[in-house]
């Protein structure tokens, strides 16, 4: 069974430009979880979706945003980019939403915002 | 609030060593607790989990953790380390609700560089 894919792997963009990362979760997975991972502030929650619902979000600017599909597959933007934003953005999926599913990540997104 | 700590931020092994990377936590309610790996450049990989059960869990690549209440600990182990197992060693545990209950996402650790030498 295919992986978690995320795409693109790689992205160079300009500060104030807006960026969409797309995640694809594992065949049959319902929920699908992003995380922000910097070297200052580590690996951080940004959203969680199941269902096309957004059940849970972290502590981000509204400039931070995301979607989920019918078919799971999640999209996050983020808008008015900032140095800040340089990331590796990082999704999982779970198979359900239960506090007891294990997440398994996808490879991320490296994000550099210049 | 819920929280993990690593105390270490990098533990050199050799080879053939047994290794320990460090976890604490600290939560209100039932802890689910997850270790990680991750590799350069790479996503983070699921190593095993604690639900409920025996406190002692085993999980990928030869990795075990023991759960300990009393001290609120669960500490990443292996017997008998390998070169190829140097990476970033990550503990997590599951926040909680505004209502109390366990919810979906994950709260890290800072991480652990583990190290293991020829």
């Known amino acids: 069974k295919a992986g978690v894919t995320q795409t693109p792997r790689y992205l160079i963009k300009t500060r104030g430009q807006q960026v969409t990362l797309s995640c694809s979760p594992i065949?049959?997975?319902?929920?699908v979880s992003w995380y922000q991972q910097t070297p200052g502030q580590g690996l951080q929650f940004l959203f969680e979706?199941?269902?096309?619902?957004?059940?849970n979000k972290g502590n981000f600017p509204g400039r931070f945003s995301g979607r989920q599909f019918s078919n799971s597959r999640s999209e996050m933007n983020v808008s008015t980019l900032e140095l800040g934003d340089s990331a590796l953005y990082l999704c999982a999926s779970s198979l359900r939403d239960g506090s007891q599913e294990t997440q398994y990540f996808g490879p991320g997104t490296r994000l550099l915002v210049l | 609030a819920q929280s993990v700590a690593q105390p270490e931020d990098q533990v050199n092994v050799a080879e053939g060593n047994p290794l320990t990377v460090k976890c604490t936590y600290s939560?209100?309610?039932?802890?689910?607790l997850f270790w990680y790996v991750q590799y350069p450049n790479r996503g983070l990989q699921f190593l095993l989990k604690y639900i409920t059960g025996d406190n002692l869990v085993k999980g990928s690549y030869g990795f075990e953790a023991e759960f300990n209440k009393s001290q609120t600990s669960f500490h990443l182990k292996k017997p008998s380390a390998l070169v190829s197992d140097s990476a970033l060693y990550f503990c997590a545990v599951r926040d909680i609700g505004s209502y109390g209950g366990s919810q979906g996402n994950l709260i890290f650790g800072k991480g652990t560089k583990l190290s293991v030498k020829p």
């Open positions: 065949s049959g997975h319902r929920s």
């Open positions: 939560v209100s309610g039932n802890p689910y």
């Open positions: 979706y199941f269902s096309e619902t957004q059940r």
